[in-house]
T-cell receptor
């Protein structure tokens, strides 16, 4: 069975601080895909990143970076120099198929960035 | 980028009535659409998967007679909550996944529909 755990329910940081959102996953499959989505107060989920299990390279996109470590089954997400607009709920998800037909979501981490 | 719309964004109805929610992929053809339900401060729970032209596949515990899904075209899926009750009040989110030229790297989500049943 697949499982995604986001142990941090809520995090608050002051603007410009760095923050890391943790994601731990469980699967017995050797091929899988990991995702991060952002859900701002408006409700719409915004796709941030997809990684496959064979690519452990860390990725940086602007202020966002992702650290994928198979040894610890983790796919953590760091926001540097946080901004108020980063306030949202962030979901980590796992899929077993490349085309993400069946996404297993974590419970989400609510990030509040205080100005 | 891929855009998915939902209509209505909010709906309030009386107990016992039926509500229809539309999900459209605006700039790509969606081979598969998904319907999720999200309770306050909780994660998304997949309700059903629908492929164009075929019957939807429901997750365990989801009543297919209560949540009717129709995926009549490659750009439109509808979810009808029949005889809605207060416990059906929730945030319903659709997503679309495309092939045939559409984005296929992930599901693209609609903005959600907040249903309140009085």
């Amino acid at each position: 069975a697949q499982k995604v755990t986001q142990a941090q329910t809520e995090i608050s940081v002051v603007e410009k601080e760095d923050v890391t959102l943790d994601c731990v996953y469980e699967t017995r499959d050797t091929t899988y895909y990991l995702f991060w989505y952002k859900q701002p107060p408006s409700g719409e989920l915004v796709f941030l990143i997809r990684r496959n299990s064979f690519d452990e390279q860390n990725e940086i996109s602007g202020r966002y970076s992702w650290n994928f470590q198979k040894s610890t089954s983790s796919f953590n997400f760091t926001i540097t120099a946080s901004q108020v607009v980063d306030s949202a709920v962030y979901f980590c998800a796992l899929a077993l198929e490349e085309w993400a037909n069946n996404l297993f979501f974590g419970t989400g981490t609510r990030l509040t960035v205080i100005p | 980028g891929a855009v998915v719309s939902q209509h209505p964004s909010r709906v309030i109805c009386k107990s016992g009535t039926s509500v229809k929610i539309e999900c459209r992929s605006l700039d790509f053809q969606a081979t598969t659409m998904f319907w999720y339900r999200q309770f306050p401060k909780q994660s998304l729970m997949l309700m059903a998967t629908s492929n164009e032209g075929s019957k939807a596949t429901y997750e365990q515990g989801v009543e297919k007679d209560k949540f009717l899904i129709n995926h009549a075209s490659l750009t439109l899926s509808t979810l009808t909550v029949t005889s809605a009750h207060p416990e059906d009040s929730s945030f319903y989110i659709c997503s679309a996944w495309g092939l045939a030229g559409g984005p296929a790297d992930t599901q693209y989500f609609g903005p959600g529909t907040r249903l309140t049943v009085l």
